[in-house]
């Protein structure tokens, strides 16, 4: 009797092995770059690029700009995961991570941020073809992995404030890849990021208090209490909202984008002060909820830039 056809291909047990490993593998080195805070930074460069081109760049030009990007914030944060393994190891937010678990070795990850550092360099000088946003790229690298990382995080309370800067420059960049230039405009889209970093991470750092505590990391909810840290996120929102509404006039921006700033910012100001009565009552403070509030109001605000180019002239509150 003819043995039976087989109708697939069995893929022997050692080859399965193989490509889950190299899965682990490549989940491992990805998660080095931490591709959240990634996204976040992609949300804000996408639509500078789009203000200052008046609509929409070429799908190439956007798409080159957010790939360099992607691979010099990749480069920050993986210069970050190999110099805070350290802490990363007795914070139990951070102790999955692939240094701490060994997943990835230091020297290998090391190697790594390296790789992409120069990726995004010669991507930005070559491929983007701006060396203006290639200057930018290093800088923000220099930000985050030597300001942030290596002298302001176990050293100041304003650790956040100030490294905060790093997460401001892709607005800077995408606006030197579209115009090969710089201004006032995109000045104050880094603002708007630099006033809005601290009470969107200080909820984050309430949060997991003792866990900076116990690393030893000077956060300001560490050194300070929760009623001073509420007072402040008040001030840098407030601070955010009104940068926020300059950019009406200085870009000419339409009705839609300063009703939406403005509400928007009202809203998170409000979630602001309602922590900060919850720290006078003595209440739990739910702060990830505003660390959410946070990102949604981001998102909202740099969405009206995006949409603002294509709105009639006729809605505009100052000429263009």
Sequence with gaps: ?????????????????????????????????????????????????????????????????????TLSAGSANTFNSYLDRDIDAVMKRTQGRPLVTGAVKPRAAFIFAWVLALASTAWFYWIVDSPL?????IIAILLYAVGYT???????SQNIVWGGAAGCMPVLIGWAAVTQSLSWTPVVL???????????????????????????????????????????????????????????????????????????GVWF???????????????????????????LYLSVVFGAILADPFWPDTLTVWQR
């Design 269 to 295: 100001i409000g979630g602001c002060y309602a922590l900060y009565r919850r720290t006078m009552d003595g209440s739990k403070l739910h702060s990830m909820r505003l660390f959410r509030d946070s990102i």
């Design 150 to 156: 290596m002298l302001l995080k176990r050293r100041t």
């Design 133 to 137: 946003a290639t200057v930018l790229s």
């Design 190 to 264: 880094f603002l708007i990021i630099f006033f809005w970093t601290p009470p969107h991470y200080w909820p984050l750092a309430l949060k997991f208090r003792n866990d900076y505590a116990h690393a030893e990391v000077p956060m300001l909810p560490v050194v300070a209490t929760p009623v001073k840290v509420a007072k402040e996120m008040i001030l840098y929102a407030i601070a955010m909202v009104v940068v926020s509404l300059i950019l009406v006039p200085l870009a000419g921006m339409t009705w839609i984008y300063a009703v939406l700033a403005l509400g928007f």
């Design 1 to 69: 009797m003819p043995a039976e056809s087989k109708t697939h291909t069995e893929i022997p047990a050692p080859s399965v092995g193989r490509v889950l490993g190299a899965t682990r593998v490549l989940k491992a080195y990805l998660a080095l770059t931490k591709p959240r805070i990634i996204e976040l930074l992609l949300i804000t460069t996408l639509p500078t690029m789009v203000l200052a081109a008046g609509g929409w760049p070429s799908l190439w030009h956007m798409a080159a700009t957010l790939i360099g990007g």
